[in-house]
T-cell receptor
Framework: GAVVSQHPSRVICKSGTSVKIECRSLDFQATTMFWYRQFPKQSLMLMATSNEGSKATYEQGVEKDKFLINHASLTLSTLTVTSAHPEDSSFYIC???????????????FGPGTRLTVL | LAKTTQPISMDSYEGQEVNITCSHNNIATNDYITWYQQFPSQGPRFIIQGYKTKVTNEVASLFIPADRKSSTLSLPRVSLSDTAVYYCLVGSGAAGRRALTFGSGTRLQVQP
């Protein structure tokens, strides 16, 4: 149990296009999901907190108009990178916590990540 | 959230025990200590969590001294497949709706 999936796992796009990444909790409900970005050889950096039914909360320095987040249901959050540029190329990872409290204290379940390459 | 400090990298050989220590001097009373493992191009995977003393599961052991200002992840008899980055995180359950804050992690390289 407690599986989080992401789609696509890998995407290559041209500069200026938009890319949507989906994050799904497969066997639990999550009112809150988190989006991270990870550059090569670096740690995970939190981008935003996605809240079901309300606006996302963005970390300082993350452009909300560029990284659109929609948390349409208790099992799905999407991240859209608008007008992507080569500097947006990165590994995007989402995580979620079971709102019913499964898992250990504050345990979060991570998706497998999405590798975005912008040409 | 408490800041953590870990060695940047460690090297080991197959079959050896590996101990990775994490410092968290300003850990709060309600904070738990959690370790995650990350392979290249994959999301982090939960390894173990503890509050005090010792915790052991099928994968690792976690040792936490009485003052809780540090913790040590112990991996018994590592194999090549244990080559990964290991993250130590500190936080409270009350922050369950908050994201986890990742430090730099420890890059473990296991050699034959």
């Amino acid at each position: 149990g407690a599986v989080v999936s992401q789609h696509p796992s890998r995407v290559i796009c041209k500069s200026g296009t938009s890319v949507k990444i989906e994050c799904r909790s497969l066997d639990f409900q999550a009112t809150t999901m988190f989006w991270y970005r990870q550059f090569p050889k670096q740690s995970l950096m939190l981008m935003a907190t996605s809240n079901e039914g309300s606006k996302a909360t963005y970390e300082q320095g993350v452009e909300k108009d560029k990284f659109l987040i929609n948390h349409a249901s208790l099992t799905l959050s999407t991240l859209t990178v608008t007008s992507a540029h080569p500097e947006d190329s990165s590994f995007y990872i989402c995580s979620a916590r079971d709102q019913e409290g499964r898992g250990l204290y504050n345990e979060q379940f991570f998706g497998p990540g999405t590798r975005l390459t912008v040409l | 959230l408490a800041k953590t400090t870990q060695p940047i990298s460690m090297d080991s050989y197959e079959g050896q025990e590996v101990n990775i220590t994490c410092s968290h001097n300003n850990i709060a009373t309600n904070d738990y200590i959690t370790w995650y493992q990350q392979f290249p191009s994959q999301g982090p995977r939960f390894i173990i969590q503890g509050y005090k003393t010792k915790v052991t599961n099928e994968v690792a052991s976690l040792f936490i001294p009485a003052d809780r200002k540090s913790s040590t992840l112990s991996l018994p008899r590592v194999s090549l497949s244990d080559t990964a980055v290991y993250y130590c995180l500190v936080g409270s359950g009350a922050a369950g709706r908050r994201a986890l804050t990742f430090g730099s992690g420890t890059r473990l390289q296991v050699q034959p």
